[in-house]
């Protein structure tokens, strides 16, 4: 069966058509990644664990705030010589001015303020309850011992 020339002109007319109106039509919706993403924030700060500020950092499971990164820095003393520096903007809607994630130590768990998803600090800052569905931002960290002086780098 053969299709005359004005009829397959409206078949690929129509088809380019639909592929247009796809395009344009999700031009306006956010991917999950677009709107969810914190803004980058340079850090690079050293901390003196044995100042009075930071004293809760000294001993394993002691954990803290800092005042870096996008919304502050959540430090967690893991092991021996091992922290954990997660952001404390919650992924799901980073523009929330005073959404903020908070430490339940009852819990163990890192909750938003306002959204209420929970992450898992000692996993990566893994997301355990939503509706956020990716991970804390994680920093890297580097332990130094100068004697009695016990200092944390927390950069990116």
């Given at each position: 069966?053969?299709?005359?020339?004005?009829?397959?002109?409206?078949?690929i007319v129509?088809?380019?058509?639909?592929?247009?109106?796809?395009?344009?039509?999700?031009?306006?919706?956010?991917?999950?990644?677009?709107?969810?993403?914190?803004?980058?924030?340079?850090?690079?700060?050293?901390?003196?664990?044995?100042?009075?500020?930071?004293?809760?950092l000294e001993?394993?499971?002691?954990?803290?705030?800092?005042?870096?990164?996008?919304?502050?820095?959540?430090?967690?003393?893991?092991?021996?010589?091992?922290?954990?520096?997660l952001e404390?903007?919650?992924?799901?809607?980073?523009?929330?001015?005073?959404?903020?994630?908070?430490?339940?130590?009852?819990?163990?768990?890192?909750?938003?303020?306002?959204?209420?998803?929970?992450?898992?600090?000692?996993?990566?800052?893994?997301?355990?309850?939503?509706?956020?569905?990716?991970?804390?931002?994680?920093?890297?960290?580097?332990?130094?011992?100068?004697?009695?002086?016990?200092?944390?780098?927390?950069?990116?």
């Open positions: 069966m053969r299709f005359s020339t004005p009829f397959r002109l409206c078949i129509a088809a380019v058509f639909l592929l247009l109106l796809y395009g344009f039509g999700n031009a306006g919706c956010k991917h999950e990644r677009d709107y969810r993403e914190i803004p980058y924030i340079y850090t690079d700060t050293t901390i003196d664990i044995t100042s009075a500020m930071y004293h809760n001993f394993i499971g002691g954990w803290g705030y800092i005042p870096s990164g996008y919304k502050g820095i959540f430090l967690y003393h893991h092991s021996e010589n091992q922290f954990i520096a404390r903007c919650c992924t799901y809607d980073p523009n929330i001015f005073e959404a903020r994630v908070y430490y339940d130590e009852k819990n163990g768990v890192l909750r938003d303020s306002v959204c209420g998803s929970e992450f898992q600090p000692f996993f990566e800052g893994g997301v355990s309850k939503g509706p956020a569905e990716l991970p804390l931002r994680r920093y890297k960290t580097q332990y130094f011992e100068y004697g009695s002086l016990k200092k944390l780098r927390i950069y990116n």
